[in-house]
């Protein structure tokens, strides 16, 4: 086994580990380099449907999304598309995915099926890292407050992917309240749970406080001393443990440079904690 890091602050990419090997003591490899970089990366994985959702099975129960439709012969799989014409990328902006579910996503497993020549990489950001060089002022005025994550509707996940197809359009805009350091339930480290997409507001704070001290938040968390970038090659597979980054598609689709590209990536998600 090979650990290539992409970065100082998280992110590997793994070679010589197989993905279709779901034995224990396999999968204990997997979560351990997990762990410990936040975000892990394998290139020329062949893996089907059916062995994705048998790998995402060992970390946990899957997550069906609230608004996006799967798959219609795998359910579990949310495919992400970007059609050749569209400029937009789903998950585009810094955010932790459905951070505004009461029990929110604990990891992703997402590979990659169709990628354009250049363009549509994906960034991750180490939200403990985030939390440990966070100003010690706003640390402790935020310490043990918790924050209101929207869910923002279903025309944001919907309406700019022609590709993408409403689950339930009847579901409106939801909230959840979690506290802004939550815990890693493995490890024990604290982690900075507030995210530019979902977060509006400190719980308990006037408006103007909250958005002040949430801007100087976002702005630290976004440091890029603090991520890593994976440029993405078919078939490759990242897992991402979804409580300690947040992480940011690129849709740099400019004129010419992959833009009348196809992007499409198959996104499994297990279900998590009530952050604590
Ligand atoms: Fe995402």
Redesign the pocket.
């Known amino acids: 086994m090979k650990v290539e890091l992409l970065s100082g602050a998280c992110g590997a990419e793994i070679t010589g580990i197989d993905l279709r090997d779901i034995s224990n003591d396999n999968i204990k490899i997997i979560k351990d380099l997990l762990f410990e970089h936040k975000v892990i990366f394998f290139r020329n994985q062949g893996i089907t449907h059916q062995e994705q959702i048998d790998l995402s099975k060992c970390f946990g129960p899957i997550e069906k999304h609230a608004y996006v439709k799967g798959l219609p012969a795998y359910p579990e799989i949310l495919r992400i598309v970007k059609e050749p014409f569209e400029k937009n990328n789903w998950?585009e902006n810094w955010?932790s995915?459905v951070s505004y579910n009461p029990e929110p996503t604990l990891a992703v497993i997402l590979k990659s099926v169709e990628i354009p020549p250049i363009g549509g990489d994906t960034m991750f950001a180490n939200m403990e890292l985030a939390w440990e060089t966070l100003d010690e002022k706003i640390k402790n005025k935020v310490r043990d407050k918790k924050a209101l994550h929207s869910s923002l509707g279903v025309a944001f996940f919907i309406d700019n992917y022609k590709g993408m197809e409403a689950r339930d359009t009847n579901l409106g805009e939801y909230s959840n309240e979690h506290p802004i350091v939550r815990t890693h339930p493995e490890t024990g480290k604290k982690i900075l749970y507030v995210n530019w997409t979902y977060t509006k507001s400190i719980i308990g704070m006037d408006k103007k406080e909250s958005d002040d001290l949430l801007t100087k938040i976002f702005k630290h968390q976004e440091r890029l001393e603090l991520t890593c970038r994976f440029k993405w090659t078919k078939n490759a597979v990242a897992i991402w443990d979804n409580r300690s980054v947040i992480?940011y598609?690129i849709a740099d689709y400019f004129p010419n440079r992959g833009l009348e590209h196809r992007r499409i990536m198959d996104r499994i998600a297990v279900r998590g904690e009530k952050p604590f």
């Open positions: 998950g955010h995915d992480h598609a």
